[in-house]
T-cell receptor, first 111, second 113 residues
Framework: DTAVSQTPKYLVTQMGNDKSIKCEQN?????MYWYKQDSKKFLKIMFS???????INETVPNRFSPKSPDKAHLNLHINSLELGDSAVYFC??????????FGQGTRLTVV | AQSVTQLGSHVSVSEGALVLLRCNYS??????LFWYVQYPNQGLQLLLK??????LVKGINGFEAEFKKSETSFHLTKPSAHMSDAAEYFC???????????FGAGTTVTVRA
């Protein structure tokens, strides 16, 4: 069983569209994250939820909106996609102090 | 606020040679420290972590790291490189009183036959 799973793995879409990425973890962890990895492989934290409560909200455009329906799921919705949104988005979960477990990533390409 | 600096964006080693990846951190409170590895087109895999206790920590695949508070460092080593160690390596820090896990810029390891 995959511990942290993201769907879709690849997403190609046109500018201006709205898209969602889903994430589920079966580890029973309390905390989940979204990270963005750019073309230079730099990892930037975007959001974090703990038991469905938003605890980290970094400086990202408000076109990005996370939603956590329960502590096993954290979805990311992106409105009005722009070329600069192209990146790999990683979901992760953690139960301190074990460290974070990452999903396989969603490669988003905006054309 | 915390930050991580990885010295050297690229490291090339011969197969069988020592692998040394350098990581320095800053944190206003005692940190939790991590090393992750990322293979091409894959997610990040936890190699090892330091939270409290013994400052020399051992991880998977023969890697180990030593927490040196006086030097604010957490360098990663492996005595003998294998071709399969070629990957991107990330050092990360999380303050012990916070959830924010911050990453360094990464170090690309190339292993020469």
């Amino acid at each position: 069983d995959t511990a942290v799973s993201q769907t879709p793995k690849y997403l190609v879409t046109q500018m201006g569209n709205d898209k969602s990425i889903k994430c589920e973890q079966n580890l029973g962890h309390d905390t989940m994250y979204w990270y963005k990895q750019d073309s230079k492989k730099f990892l930037k934290i975007m959001f974090s939820y703990n038991n469905k409560e938003l605890i980290i909200n970094e400086t990202v455009p408000n076109r990005f909106s996370p939603k956590s329906p329960d502590k096993a799921h954290l979805n990311l919705h992106i409105n009005s996609l722009e070329l600069g949104d192209s990146a790999v988005y990683f979901c992760a979960s953690s139960q301190e102090p074990l460290g974070a477990f990452f999903g396989q990533g969603t490669r988003l390409t905006v054309v | 606020a915390q930050s991580v600096t990885q010295l050297g964006s690229h490291v090339s080693v011969s197969e069988g040679a020592l692998v040394l990846l350098r990581c320095n951190y800053s944190s206003s409170v005692p940190p939790y420290l991590f090393w992750y590895v990322q293979y091409p087109n894959q997610g990040l895999q936890l190699l090892l972590k330091y939270t409290t206790g013994a400052t020399l920590v051992k991880g998977i695949n023969g890697f180990e790291a030593e927490f040196k508070k006086s030097e604010t460092s957490f360098h990663l080593t492996k005595p003998s490189a294998h071709m399969s160690d070629a990957a991107e390596y990330f050092c990360a820090v999380r303050p012990s009183n916070d959830y924010k896990l911050s990453f360094g810029a990464g170090t690309t390891v190339t292993v020469r036959a």
